[in-house]
T-cell receptor, first 116, second 113 residues
Framework: GAVVSQHPSRVICKSGTSVKIECRSLDFQATTMFWYRQFPKKSLMLMATSNEGSKATYEQGVEKDKFLINHASLTLSTLTVTSAHPEDSSFYIC????????????FGPGTRLTVL | KQEVTQIPAALSVPEGENLVLNCSFTDSAIYNLQWFRQDPGKGLTSLLLIQSSQREQTSGRLNASLDKSSGRSTLYIAASQPGDSATYLCAVLMNTGFQKLVFGTGTRLLVSP
């Protein structure tokens, strides 16, 4: 149990376009979902936390207009990278939890974004 | 601000060796500490989770210890195998009322046959 999927697993887009990444909890209801970014050979950095039905909470330094997060249902959160630029190229990983303050986070397999 | 550091950054060992990966954190106000494995281009696999009140956890050939007061954790891998080759990340869950995981810098392990 506790499986989280991401789609797509890999995406290449042109500079200036927008890209949407989906994160789904397949067998549980995720009250809270998290989005992380990982640069090559670096660790994961939390970008934002989203609770179902409310606005996401962004970490300091993360542009909320650049990285739009929607958590419209208990099984789906989306991250939209708007007007993507090459520096947005990265590995994006989501995680999901049932929602208690200390509940375990279950991680998705990640999405590799390359902006040309 | 919590900072999590892992030493060494990279490690190469021959198959069969026992090895220790280190993780240190600056703020001891943590709820738990978790060790993950990440294969290249893949997501995270949780290996061990230690609650702040615990000293160690074991799973198969893996043993993780936690010394919260000194801000340190170690991951011990016994009888390493080529299949253990991956990046190992430690992460602390902050005791701040919400589930903020702060990740370490990672250790890239290569076990050669």
């Amino acid at each position: 149990g506790a499986v989280v999927s991401q789609h797509p697993s890999r995406v290449i887009c042109k500079s200036g376009t927008s890209v949407k990444i989906e994160c789904r909890s397949l067998d549980f209801q995720a009250t809270t979902m998290f989005w992380y970014r990982q640069f090559p050979k670096k660790s994961l950095m939390l970008m934002a936390t989203s609770n179902e039905g409310s606005k996401a909470t962004y970490e300091q330094g993360v542009e909320k207009d650049k990285f739009l997060i929607n958590h419209a249902s208990l099984t789906l959160s989306t991250l939209t990278v708007t007007s993507a630029h090459p520096e947005d190229s990265s590995f994006y990983i989501c995680s999901a939890s049932w929602g208690g303050s200390t509940d375990t986070q279950y991680f998705g397999p990640g999405t590799r974004l390359t902006v040309l | 601000k919590q900072e999590v550091t892992q030493i060494p950054a990279a490690l190469s060992v021959p198959e069969g060796e026992n090895l220790v990966l280190n993780c240190s954190f600056t703020d001891s106000a943590i709820y738990n500490l978790q060790w993950f494995r990440q294969d290249p281009g893949k997501g995270l696999t949780s290996l061990l989770l230690i609650q702040s009140s615990q000293r160690e956890q074991t799973s198969g050939r893996l043993n993780a210890s936690l010394d919260k007061s000194s801000g340190r954790s170690t991951l011990y891998i016994a009888a390493s195998q080529p299949g253990d080759s991956a990046t190992y990340l430690c992460a602390v869950l902050m005791n701040t009322g919400f589930q903020k995981l702060v990740f370490g810098t990672g250790t890239r392990l290569l076990v050669s046959p």
